[in-house]
């Protein structure tokens, strides 16, 4: 088997560090290094943007941002963070009555049914309840 030497930031040592491989695995990678500087190439020919600087004091650049991008598991995880911090605050906003069924339905996993039954009431009536209040959440997070 015809082997290449190619040239790998080892992430390990924080080193570039030669290493062996296919004839195969050499194309694909120079084909992908050929892909990256068409590509960086673009993005200056036509000036496109995906970050931006943020200035600081005296008209100085300080920081430097990257863009978040869709997808990007720690944008995503801090918005789930954020949307899990405003329901939290927009429950203790209900009344322990409306508190007490929302957990039943959603960290208890009751059926509306078995709700009816500990209320003494019927089904429809736990519907009724239930999108109220989650109308009541909607519009405690949205405003």
Same mark, same amino acid.
């Given at each position: ?16 560090? @030669?290493?062996?491989? !296919?004839?195969? +695995? ?6 992908? /290094?050929?892909?990256? =500087?068409?590509?960086? *190439?673009?993005?200056?020919?036509? @000036?496109?943007?995906? !970050?931006?600087? +943020? ?6 650049? /300080?920081?430097?941002? =990257?863009?978040?991008? *869709? ?73």
């Amino acid at each position: 088997m015809n082997t290449k030497t190619i040239q790998i930031y080892d992430t390990i040592t924080g080193k570039i560090v @030669e290493t062996n491989v !296919s004839e195969e +695995v050499y194309r694909e990678y120079m084909r992908a /290094e050929w892909r990256e =500087e068409k590509n960086a *190439a673009s993005f200056f020919e036509h @000036e496109i943007q995906f !970050s931006q600087l +943020v200035g600081g004091n005296d008209g100085a650049f /300080e920081n430097f941002r =990257e863009f978040v991008v *869709a997808g990007d598991p720690t944008a995503d995880r801090a918005i789930m963070i954020a949307d899990i911090e405003a329901m939290l605050k927009a429950i203790k906003q209900l009344d322990e009555e409306d508190k007490k069924l929302i957990k039943m339905l959603f960290y208890d996993n009751l059926t509306e049914r078995e709700c009816a039954e500990h209320y003494g009431i019927n089904q429809k009536n736990i519907n009724k309840k239930k999108r109220r209040i989650l109308s009541k959440l909607y519009k405690l997070i949205n405003y």
